[in-house]
């Protein structure tokens, strides 16, 4: 089963930026939807923010408007999450997954996330 791949994490310091990508092949010719997801230990997973690849809508959590911006290739199947102005509580695990949007949550069918990519924001 095909699962996304997520890469760009690491540790950057308050205030900083990190642009987060996702090769999302496969699965994502099922979905309209794609969005990223955060982790944290203990906790469940939680939507930061979707894109349609048809219409383009992008909606995000509260906490990130204004400093994450969300975007797709769709030739490369691609989609990427620009952060800027990253705070200690962006720390998680990334994941990339097909999204309902306005929810922020994946579909009940979906299954095949994939390894995620870790952001830590510390000084």
């Known amino acids: 089963q095909l699962r996304p791949v997520e890469f760009g994490g690491g540790l950057v310091q308050p205030g900083g930026s990190l642009r987060l990508s996702c090769a999302a092949s496969?699965?994502?010719?099922?979905?309209?939807?794609i969005g990223w997801f955060r982790q944290v230990p203990g906790k469940e997973r939680k939507g930061v923010s979707c894109?349609?690849?048809?219409?383009?809508?992008?909606d995000y959590a509260d906490s990130v408007k204004g400093r994450f911006i969300i975007s797709t290739d769709n030739a490369k199947n691609t989609v990427y999450l620009q952060m800027n102005s990253l705070k200690p509580e962006d720390t998680g695990v990334y994941y990339c997954?097909?999204?309902?949007?306005?929810?922020?949550?994946?579909?009940?069918?979906?299954?095949?996330w994939g390894q995620g990519t870790s952001v830590t924001v510390s000084s």
């Open positions: 894109v349609s690849s048809s219409t383009g809508f992008t």
């Open positions: 496969g699965f994502i010719l099922n979905y309209d939807a």
């Open positions: 997954a097909p999204c309902l949007q306005i929810l922020r949550i994946p579909p009940p069918d979906f299954s095949a």
